[in-house]
């Protein structure tokens, strides 16, 4: 009786352990299967109403325009640039007529910009003209920004270009790589002279938000332009140049989009409205909650693109 008994336990708890396995292993098998299939079918990360800064573009339908029209493509040096114009250009009536959506992307490589002009894939750049100049490919100069230099600016005393000044100290940068006065240009230089890990590199989304650091004293020196405005409002600051820049920064527009006057006027308006927003007196309208640049708001317009308003 104790063995049948025993023998009836036994076979219980091994039944119970045996379901028990195969139900954990059928939920194991159930959640890889869930995962494997919403791989298949997920939607990218990203949102068509929005900028998505880890894609490094936003994307946003025009208004009542047509899924079968092409989208406008745009590259620009930063994201506050192409989500704005996103914004501004998705409810754009003219656009309507010709584009279903705005693309807008930044933060290519040398080599992919390089690449995107040569195969006309953005229809506005915003980029300096020796990237277009030396592929020379189907783009028209809409309007420029004037030439500048770059310089290492500092409040107390003026830098100096030898490792004993700049030992230790911290130096604002822009975020954008490919300002010239604000990174290339101080980076690769004082790459020259000393490691860059010798000194602290903080990092602004602005030339003025620089200014602001260095008047705080987040900073011992900065990167940037340094222009009329600097020249009558800090004439106590010491401003070292390094390099002049012939060419700033200029907008193309292809022109198949240049022959169609009603987009390039369009374009145009919204280039000078930015332009404006840069402006001091036209601050508190700036692009979301970045400080206004001055250099940007004396934006030429090239005498040919010009509109009758």
Known sequence: MKSLWK????NIISSVIFNNVVFAALITLLSVFIFWISTLFSIPNFRIDSCTVAKFYCEKYIQNGYPQYPKIK?????SFIAD??????SSNAALTKNFSSVHAEWNLSA???GQSIFEQRFDLLEVRPDDIDI????????????????YLISIHSMPELNAAY???KTLGLLQNIN???GYRVPINLISKIIDPKELTIKRYGSHEELRKALENSEVDLIGSFWGENDIKGRPSWHALEIIKIPNGMSWFLTKRLFDNQEVRCEIINHLEFLARKNKKEDAESYIKDKLPDPYFADLEIVPEAKCDH
């Open 7 to 10: 023998y009836t336990t036994n």
């Open 74 to 78: 745009i590259f620009v040096p930063s």
């Open 84 to 89: 704005d114009l996103c914004d501004r250009f």
């Open 111 to 113: 080599l992919e910009l």
């Open 135 to 150: 592929i020379n490919t189907g783009y028209q100069k809409i309007a420029y920004f004037p030439p500048y230099e770059a």
């Open 166 to 168: 700049l030992m230790g």
């Open 179 to 181: 300002s010239r006065s």
